[in-house]
């Protein structure tokens, strides 16, 4: 039937709105925001790609999913076909429908965008990903490769971790993942809050890496329970993808007061050890009036999960403008419906505390836009003299990570950049033979889609690293 | 999935658990401690490592139920599990040849001791050990601490054992006198036990270790949750401690950030059951 279907018909369809459980009830629930579309909806929105032949969006993807066909099997309701399309370059659609920054990505580029808005192709490719999580007998089934014989550590169990896993263990290779934490996903489990990814796909797709034989071992610290040597002598290549967990501290006077948290402790506490659940131990403060420092994801994160713990105000303090946010544009757009208050152009300079050490207010310099600096944005320069107290109590500094140095420094011989961050050519490889790193650890803090881009091309140099090893 | 192959209780309500955890019985130094989360859901709580066999593949804690998560693990019975146990972590303690070295313990803090002493004996150094407790019931580890102690003195408050008084009062005998007079202090016990000795130690110029108890989380510098001031710079203690040079540590600071989840604390116990209730109050001071 669509076959039929003009451009001027596929013109004149309107982008789909995702329905979202509504701002002011999910302000105070853990709930997912975003619902997914109908069966009718997606094949409707399906109908508005014009299936071009340049095919922009996939170039502007970075592991290339072959968009224009997965959109046209679901435009002809063919969801296992779909599926297949999609699976075969992306193995966390689920995750990457939910938080791909797409403005900037394939969507930013997609054709239909120049004349009105973009095909949704987040909101597609999460629903068919969420449709082969819930139908995986009508999946091909997955053929067990032949064992190679040859072993594969990786550290990490995040994006990059996970993808690569995936990836070399459908080639054969014996995997183990080594995660530091008592749990799986890296920033998915401990950062991504459950109203934006809800735990359980994660889940899903480490049981599904565990079936196809990887091995996943937590509470192993690499650098301190075994080092990088002694994985390097046990198998015979090593893959890192150990993230960039470092919090950048603000180093202002009242860093140290209680009540005030890095986002990775905030969110952890929340997400990994689960402090929003009534009947769990893990311990949080609930803030009355919240201040995040800071304008990217984990920002807008940390700000929206002090509201559902119960803040009356929470508020985002970031330096520059809007226009400059790092994070993507519907978390910012969700998180104004939520009530989040934005105080923008102001930095913090000290953070003041009582009598007893608690936060009590946070002292911020306005600032306005000068030149733009070396990423391209408008420098934010202080007004001299012009400066608020905000009366708060909790205070979460979002600024920023950092290349953790517990395994690298207890590698000397693997280079580093100036940052700390892994140096790699365009596979992965290190200065050391036999050993690959990506994501986060060598990008510095990027995306999800970046980590598993580079956990694919890892994947691939590893299986020929260990084929000319024989 | 991590076993308990021993559980003993030393003291009210302080254990000494030998638990199945090879890969960090092979790689553990003295100095440093494991992150336990006893079961789904739970919280993570940092412990030192007492001992380990690394034939065996086992390790020792020494846990004082203070909380419910304390208790909870105390609580294991030996061939149940623990789910999960992380480590080692921290910096390994630096152990020197300094000569005459006094080591104190306070409270549970002697069971964080004793791997520290014990090394530093190893390595030559004379040692002096001094333990405090409220009462009688409250030293541990004597008989352990001996085998390896020149001379192992006791301070009880209420004078039930040894010396009745504080640690300190010992460590100030022992410096008052010109051939005892200690080269380098180890002190582990409570906050305040540990400021005093600092204090103590400071206008001698005695070189003092002590090692701090921040809340933790992960363990592995990613929260920085358990920082701490030391001189002008803000430290992480998971992974640049939790050995510190006792004179340039901001004690009031980290007594401070210590109480930060009182009110919760104070609530998850009002809602254990009576009996363990009661069996943690006893303890906690
Ligand atoms: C709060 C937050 C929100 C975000 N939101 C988005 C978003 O909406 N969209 C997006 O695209 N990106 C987002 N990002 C960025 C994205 O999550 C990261 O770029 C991505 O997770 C990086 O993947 P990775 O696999 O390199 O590392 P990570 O996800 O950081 O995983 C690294 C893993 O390695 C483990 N590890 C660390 N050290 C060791 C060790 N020594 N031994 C063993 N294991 C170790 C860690 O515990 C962790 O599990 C967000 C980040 C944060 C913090
Ligand atoms: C490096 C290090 C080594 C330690 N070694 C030992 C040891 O060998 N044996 C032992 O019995 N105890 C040790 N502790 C202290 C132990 O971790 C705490 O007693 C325990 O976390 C209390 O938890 P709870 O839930 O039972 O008590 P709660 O009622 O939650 O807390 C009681 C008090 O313990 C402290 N505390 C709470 N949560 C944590 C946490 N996650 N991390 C650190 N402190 C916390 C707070 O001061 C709190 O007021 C060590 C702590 C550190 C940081
Ligand atoms: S993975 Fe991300 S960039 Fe690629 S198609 Fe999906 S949403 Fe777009
Ligand atoms: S650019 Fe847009 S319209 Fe064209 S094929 Fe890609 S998704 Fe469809
Ligand atoms: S416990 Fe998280 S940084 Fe030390």
């Known amino acids: 039937m669509n076959k039929k279907l003009t451009s001027k018909d596929r013109m004149a369809i309107e982008r789909v709105k995702m329905p979202e459980q509504d701002p002011k009830r999910r302000n105070s629930n853990f709930e997912e925001v975003n619902q997914g579309l109908t069966e009718e909806q997606a094949i409707r929105e399906a109908q508005r790609c014009l299936l071009c032949k340049t095919r922009p969006c996939v170039a502007g993807c970075p592991v290339r999913v072959r968009i224009p066909e997965f959109i046209a099997a679901l435009a002809e309701g063919d969801l296992p076909e779909a599926a297949r399309i999609l699976l075969e370059e992306n193995t966390l659609p689920a995750v990457c429908g939910r938080v791909c920054p797409q403005e900037t990505q394939c969507e930013k580029v997609c054709v239909r965008g120049s004349k009105g808005s973009p095909v949704a192709i987040g909101y597609l490719e999460r629903f068919v990903a969420d449709w082969a999580l819930a139908h995986p007998e009508k999946l091909p089934k997955e053929n067990k490769p032949e064992p190679t014989g040859k072993k594969v550590a990786i550290v990490g169990s995040g994006p990059a971790g996970l993808t690569i896993a995936g990836e070399l263990a459908r080639m054969g290779h014996a995997v183990t993942i080594f995660e530091a934490l008592h749990d799986t996903g890296g920033v998915l489990r401990y950062g991504i809050p459950e109203f934006r990814l809800p735990k359980r796909i994660v889940d899903i797709e480490v049981e599904r890496l565990k079936n196809l034989g990887v091995e996943i071992e937590c509470n192993v610290v690499v650098g301190k329970t075994v080092t990088l040597e002694e994985l390097r002598e046990e198998f015979d290549a090593v893959f890192i993808g150990n993230g960039a967990g470092l919090p950048i501290m603000l180093n202002i006077d009242g860093e140290n007061l209680k009540g005030v948290y890095s986002a990775n402790e905030y969110l952890t506490r929340v997400n990994l050890m689960a402090a929003w659940r009534e009947d769990v131990p893990t311990p949080i403060i609930h803030g009355k009036r919240v201040a995040v420092i800071g304008g990217g994801n984990t920002a807008m994160d940390a700000v929206r999960t002090s509201k559902r713990l119960g803040a009356e105000r929470s508020i985002i303090v970031y330096r520059r403008t809007e226009v400059e946010m790092p994070a993507r544009n519907e978390e910012i757009q969700h998180a104004k419906e939520e009530g989040i208050e934005f105080i923008l152009l102001a930095s913090p300079i000290e953070i003041l505390g009582d009598e007893n050490g608690w936060v009590k207010g946070l002292l911020c310099q306005r600032m306005k836009l000068g030149e733009p600096d070396a990423s391209g944005r408008r420098r934010p320069v202080p007004i001299e003299g012009d400066t608020f107290v905000l009366d708060v109590d909790v205070v979460v500094n979002a600024i920023g990570t950092r290349a953790n140095p517990l395994l690298t420094a207890t590698a000397p011989d693997l280079k580093l950049n100036k940052w700390g961050n892994i140096e790699t050519d365009d596979n992965g490889a290190t200065s050391l033979p036999g050993v690959f790193a990506g994501g986060d650890i060598v990008r510095g803090g990027a995306t999800v889609i970046l980590a598993m881009g580079d956990g694919k091309s890892a994947a691939v140099a590893i299986d020929k690293y260990l084929n000319q090893k024989n | ?285």
């Open chain 2, 1 to 285: 999935m991590f076993e308990v192959l021993q559980n003993d209780m030393l003291a009210p309500n302080v254990h000494r658990m030998v638990i199945r955890a090879p890969r960090i019985a092979k790689a553990r130094q003295p100095g440093q401690f494991v992150i336990v989360h006893p079961e789904s859901g739970g919280e993570r709580i940092p412990l030192t490592i007492g001992d380990a066999d690394p034939q065996a593949g086992t390790i020792t804690l020494f846990i004082q139920a203070v909380g419910a998560s304390t208790l909870k693990i105390v609580n294991t019975p030996v061939g149940d599990s623990l789910r999960d146990i992380a480590g080692p972590l921290g910096k390994p303690t630096e152990i020197e040849k300094w000569g005459r070295v006094a080591c104190i313990g306070g409270g549970l803090g002697t069971a964080v001791l004793y791997p520290l002493a014990k090394a530093l004996a190893d390595a030559g150094n004379e040692v002096t050990t001094i333990i405090g407790g409220r009462s009688k019931p409250f030293i541990i580890l004597a008989d352990e601490l001996k085998t390896f102690s020149k001379e192992l003195l006791i301070a009880t408050e209420d004078g039930s054992l040894g010396q009745k008084g504080f640690v300190t009062n010992v460590l100030q005998e022992l410096i008052d006198a010109p051939d005892n007079r200690p080269h380098a202090v180890f002190a582990i016990g409570p906050v305040p036990m540990m400021r005093a000795v600092a204090e103590q130690t400071r206008p001698f110029g005695i070189k003092t270790i002590v090692s701090l108890n921040p809340i933790m989380i992960d363990g592995t510098g990613m929260c920085g949750g358990c920082r701490v001031k030391v001189g002008d710079e803000t430290k992480f203690a998971c992974v640049d401690g939790p050995e510190f040079d006792g004179h340039l540590v901001d004690f009031g600071l980290l007594m401070d950030r210590l109480s930060m989840y009182r009110e919760t604390e104070a609530k998850i116990l009002s809602e254990l059951p009576e009996e363990l209730r009661d069996k943690i109050i006893k303890v906690k001071r």
